[in-house]
């Protein structure tokens, strides 16, 4: 039961091939080996993990579905993401997944024995409105998978706005945010040049506004701001 609870988190509810089950951490565990925290990090550092999250998705989505799958709650803000999205670059996989799986929140929220669960299903004390708003769009249905799919936050995490927030239109002038248009600072992980670690600036309209940041976070940019122009 604690294996298929912990396969069934850790994997976002994906159907899982035999030869994709990570056998090894399976048998340390039921020999009493691995405790439950140890059976996580296992599977979390595992081939098939990294295949389905990241090299699918991208370090940005990876980052996303990490504090999903092993600390049960979506990012609070892009300072987070980023913080993680730099350790997997310099640190590398295994110590980006340690980050979470042996941090203090883990282990007071479920300690050594306890697989993660999805701990915002309610708001909870010392947590934003906004966090839960981005929880329940994180969290996506019961039967959803966690795989290949574009980022759910990105967005808002970078403009600091809720997710799928309607916007309504009004007479005297257009508010469809479709029509908007953003200022992006952001610098450069390899800056060269007289621009060397000097603040860049992009405009763009709404509908480019996510390829723009995925654009960005591939080429190592950190997002330093996003304003209405």
């Not at 999903?68 to 590398?92: I, Y």
């Not at 340690?98 to 203090?104: D, K, L």
């Not at 929880?135 to 996506?140: D, E, F, P, V, Y």
Request: with cysteine; aromatic share 10%; proline share 3%.
């Amino acid at each position: 039961m604690v294996l298929r609870s912990a396969y069934r988190q850790v994997f976002g509810n994906a159907h899982l091939m035999d030869e994709e089950l990570v056998s090894t951490a399976e048998s340390l565990f039921l020999q009493g080996d691995l405790a439950v925290q140890g059976l996580v990090a296992a599977l979390a550092c595992s081939d098939t993990y990294r295949r389905l999250f990241l090299d699918k998705n991208g370090p940005y989505r990876f980052v996303e579905l990490n504090f999903k799958h092993l600390l049960g709650r979506a990012p609070r803000d892009q300072a987070e993401v980023s913080e993680h999205v730099q350790r997997l670059a310099n640190e590398g996989y295994e110590a980006e997944i340690a980050s979470y799986v042996y941090s203090p929140e883990y282990i007071g929220a479920f300690g050594f024995d306890t697989v993660p669960y999805w701990r915002t299903t309610h708001t909870q004390t010392g947590e934003s409105n906004l966090t839960y708003t981005r929880s329940l769009k994180l969290k996506g249905g019961q039967a959803s998978f966690d795989g290949s799919s574009s980022s759910k936050l990105q967005l808002s995490l970078a403009t600091g706005d809720a997710p799928s927030v309607a916007v309504r239109g009004g007479r005297g002038g257009s508010t469809n945010r479709n029509d908007r248009r953003f200022r992006i600072n952001w610098t450069t992980a390899s800056p060269s040049g007289l621009n060397r670690r000097a603040v860049q600036v992009s405009i763009v309209p709404f509908s480019s506004l996510t390829s723009t940041l995925q654009s960005l976070q591939r080429r190592g940019g950190s997002i330093v701001s996003i304003t209405n122009d």
